[in-house]
């Protein structure tokens, strides 16, 4: 089975400055998908970004990037001009192309903290 | 928008006692899936069913069973609740791989506490 690590079990930046949470992946596999999800206190998981293997390019969306670095199997999400609703736990997981398995491998999560 | 919804937000069971925790979406996604999120340990998943009447189990299906009889609902059941299935329960579903939007769409969890 695949494993997601994320090293970081917290993390903290101030108000308006950049953090990276990191994530690391263990597959056999040439061809995946990677998401980033963000659970806030008390609140429904939601995607916050995602990317595909054979993409080389880096997805955005708005102050989130991702450094994506297949060789490495590392996948770091970037969160720019942090804001207090950033504050969350953050996972990393890995979708197998698999048509059978269909399953998900989540990472142990980042709780982040956004200091004013 | 995708709405996934699960019966209860929170509740609180005896041990012993039989638990249903339902979830349904409305999007006629394929895949559904019951995780336990425990801190420290993410997400684990017990089950999972890529169609109607059919289930996988996942990691950690002890003392879990499932039933899906609709396409749109996924039941969890606990037959005997013990204390150490206290836990928040999240319910997920998506599409099948190769389709877009292939990300899973969350419940909001239900943390049941067994006494």
């Known amino acids: 089975a695949q494993t997601v690590t994320q090293s970081q079990p917290e993390m903290s930046v101030q108000e308006a400055e950049t953090v990276t949470l990191s994530c690391t992946y263990d597959t056999s596999e040439s061809d995946y998908y990677l998401f980033w999800y963000k659970q806030p206190p008390s609140r429904q998981m939601i995607l916050v970004i995602r990317q595909e293997a054979y993409k080389q390019q880096n997805a955005t969306e708005n102050r989130f990037s991702v450094n994506f670095q297949k060789a490495a199997k590392s996948f770091s999400l970037k969160i720019s001009d942090s804001q207090l609703g950033d504050a969350a736990m953050y996972f990393c997981a890995y979708r197998s192309p698999d048509l059978t398995g269909n399953q998900f491998y989540f990472g142990t999560g980042t709780s982040l903290t956004v200091i004013p | 928008d995708v709405k996934v919804t699960q019966s209860s937000r929170y509740l609180v069971k005896r041990t012993g006692e039989k638990v249903f925790l339902e979830c349904v979406q409305d999007m006629d996604h394929e895949n559904m899936f019951w995780y336990r999120q425990d801190p420290g340990l993410g997400l684990r998943l017990i089950y999972f069913?890529?169609?109607?009447?059919?289930?996988e189990k996942g990691d950690i299906p002890e003392g879990y069973s499932v039933s899906r009889e609709k396409k749109e609902r996924f039941s969890l059941i606990l037959e005997s609740a013990s204390t150490n299935q206290t836990s928040m329960y999240l319910c997920?579903?998506?599409?099948?791989?190769?389709?877009?939007?292939?990300?899973?769409?969350f419940g909001p969890g239900t943390r049941l506490t067994v006494l």
């Open positions: 997920a579903s998506t599409t099948p791989t190769g389709v877009s939007y292939n990300e899973q769409f």
């Open positions: 069913s890529y169609d109607v009447k059919m289930k």
